[in-house]
Antibody, heavy 119, light 107 residues
Framework: EVQLLESGGGLAQPGGSLRLSCAAS????????MNWVRQAPGKGLEWVSA????????YYTDSVKGRFTISRDNSKNTLYLQMNSLRAEDTAVYYC????????????WGQGTLVTVSS | EIVLTQSPATLSLSPGERATLSCRAS??????LAWYQQKPGQAPRLLIY???NRATGIPARFSGSGSGTDFTLTINSLEPEDFAVYYC?????????FGQGTKVEIK
């Protein structure tokens, strides 16, 4: 059974940093792309970032480029999102999502971790 | 960036009725479109990928169709558990984008 468990969310001040983690199990982690998708309170879904299986190719939505860094440790079956220079508009539930075969869609999701950016 | 526009914003139907949800892309996404269901307080769940392929474990009452710029998600004979918000998403281009969602509510 595929399981994705996010952690690391919480309250951060504007300009601050947080690091999210996503522990994966139930599949061969190192051959699948992984993603972060967020959802602001009461709003729709927004794709944030993706990373291919080996971890060499990264992709970001424009609003987080230069501030967020996606990475993975395939020896620990864990995905990360380092978030720097946080803004109020980054407040959201952040979901870790596994890419389906062929990439680009999200076949399994974690339960999410809430990030709140406020002074 | 490819913009996905979903219609209607809200669909009010009774259990047993058919739901027809639309997703229109600002440019062709070929067949690279997925549909997700989200219930309050829960993570999204993949229903359909590549326009018409049902994900594992998804009931046959859910079906997807379309290609290019116009896509449809059909839910035949709504069950009580189908009342939720539905999102389309394209994987044709970066950045990946979602539609704004259609809420299917009980009439």
């Amino acid at each position: 059974e595929v399981q994705l468990l996010e952690s690391g969310g919480g309250l951060a001040q504007p300009g601050g940093s947080l690091r999210l983690s996503c522990a994966a199990s139930g599949f061969t982690f190192n051959i699948y792309g992984m993603n972060w998708v967020r959802q602001a309170p009461g709003k729709g879904l927004e794709w944030v970032s993706a990373l291919n299986g080996p971890g060499r190719n990264t992709y970001y939505t424009d609003s987080v480029k230069g501030r967020f860094t996606i990475s993975r440790d395939n020896s620990k079956n864990t995905l990360y999102l380092q978030m720097n220079s946080l803004r109020a508009e980054d407040t959201a539930v952040y979901y870790c999502a596994k890419s389906g075969t062929g990439g680009g869609f999200f076949d399994f999701w974690g339960q999410g971790t809430l990030v709140t950016v406020s002074s | 960036e490819i913009v996905l526009t979903q219609s209607p914003a809200t669909l009010s139907l009774s259990p047993g009725e058919r739901a027809t949800l639309s997703c229109r892309a600002s440019q062709s996404v070929s067949s690279y479109l997925a549909w997700y269901q989200q219930k309050p307080g829960q993570a999204p769940r993949l229903l359909i990928y590549d326009a018409s392929n049902r994900a594992t474990g998804i009931p046959a009452r859910f079906s997807g169709s379309g290609s290019g710029t116009d896509f449809t998600l059909t839910i035949n004979s709504l069950e009580p558990e189908d009342f939720a918000v539905y999102y389309c998403q394209q994987r044709s281009n970066w950045p990946r984008t979602f539609g704004q969602g259609t809420k299917v509510e009980i009439k």
